[in-house]
């Protein structure tokens, strides 16, 4: 492993990693990815190594510039403020305050109610409706904040960190099945998104980690 | 009502709305507050009126220079942006990254999992259970990376945007029950913090719309 290189601890399937593999796509920072399946072997995440490095027990860490960060948009941040070309937040302050708001209703209204540790609480038989509703309630709310905000994009005409949580929320909610149809403006930007490259090459597709039979 | 001062949308025991209400006490801006009661009325968040200015049904929100902001740390990261002084993020780009991971595993990983909506949908027999769990998974976690961030407060000696969700955090820790003997790193840094004028001033016993009989 070269030294000096970012690592990036991922799961093909965790819509946080994926955030980070865009960031890093889009910015064009070289890495290299250890994989934690958070699945096998009653969860690879729960291991002691990886616990050192994030007692969060949670994928994605992201070690580089000699320290361990967990959480995804903390990561973002860090490589924004590091990395700043191509930015991934808006020059204008009222601009960044609706890419953060939006960013935070992803991570902190929609995608931790349907994650995987919760799924297993909630019980096999309810997993479904549970998924579902945490985000249709946050879909109905992102549609119509959207509606004020979006361009082409989240938030105008520039990419920014709350694209990097849509395209992997509506992934999400495509595994979950919800429907779509109530979410046009929601629908229309991860569409847009989707046919860049730094959406495709950090695909949960196209992972070192992907199973064979999810390749496309 | 005065024109142009910032309006908060508030309820006194949101942990959510009280990490806001901590920052403007600290940056010593003046503000209106608009109380929004969670569950007078069967909840003052779900008017069409309060459902306008923030789809999300959520407090705390903020009406400042011409816009409405949602989300706390979003708020929080835009008065840091247009009002520095005294600053809640400190200079160093990896302390700021440690300041915003605590943040987002308390607003993303632990407060969401134990909110009011949330506990309504797993049931009155589970919900002490439920938001226990939830916790202490994250203070387990938290009580390990304090161990290596911590000074004074939870990121060196400054008080950040950390300071303002740990505060609000233990305090649902001791409404839900939690013991908190595990966590001495926690419990000693939020003991410091409550000792500080703008964790008094915004503190959930003494708002407006604090009820008679929980004041103090």
């Given at each position: 492993m070269q030294v000096g290189k970012p690592i990036l601890y991922s799961y093909f399937r965790s819509s946080c990693s994926w955030r980070v593999r865009i960031?890093?796509?889009?910015?064009?920072i070289d890495y290299e990815m250890m994989p934690i399946n958070l699945v096998k072997d009653?969860?690879?995440?729960?291991?002691?190594?990886?616990?050192?490095?994030?007692?969060?027990?949670?994928?994605?860490?992201l070690k580089i510039d000699g320290i361990t960060i967990g959480?995804?948009?903390?990561?973002?941040?860090?490589?924004?403020?590091?990395?700043?070309?191509p930015?991934?937040?808006?020059?204008?302050?009222?601009?960044?305050?609706?890419?953060?708001?939006?960013?935070?209703?992803?991570?902190?209204?929609?995608q931790p109610l349907q994650n995987l540790s919760v799924l297993k609480q909630v019980g096999q038989e309810n997993q479904l409706t549970w998924a579902q509703n945490a985000i249709t309630s946050g879909f109905n709310a992102l549609e119509r904040i959207l509606q004020s905000?979006?361009?082409?994009?989240?938030?105008?005409?520039?990419?920014?960190?709350?694209?990097l949580c849509l395209v992997p929320q509506v992934a999400n909610a495509e595994r979950f099945k919800v429907d779509l149809t109530p979410y046009p403006t929601i629908s229309r930007i991860n569409k847009t998104l989707l046919a860049l490259e730094?959406?495709?090459?950090?695909?949960?597709?196209?992972?070192?980690?992907?199973?064979?039979e999810l390749r496309a």
């Open positions: 960031a890093l796509a889009l910015k064009g009653g969860g690879q995440q729960f291991s002691k190594e990886f616990q050192a490095l994030n007692p969060m027990k949670q994928v994605p860490a959480q995804s948009l903390a990561i973002i941040e860090y490589l924004e403020e590091t990395r700043p070309t930015r991934l937040l808006p020059q204008d302050p009222k601009k960044r305050a609706s890419v953060r708001m939006i960013s935070d209703l992803i991570a902190g209204g929609i905000t979006a361009g082409r994009y989240c938030v105008g005409d520039e990419v920014s960190m709350a694209d730094a959406f495709q090459v950090s695909h949960p597709c196209r992972q070192p980690d992907t199973p064979a």
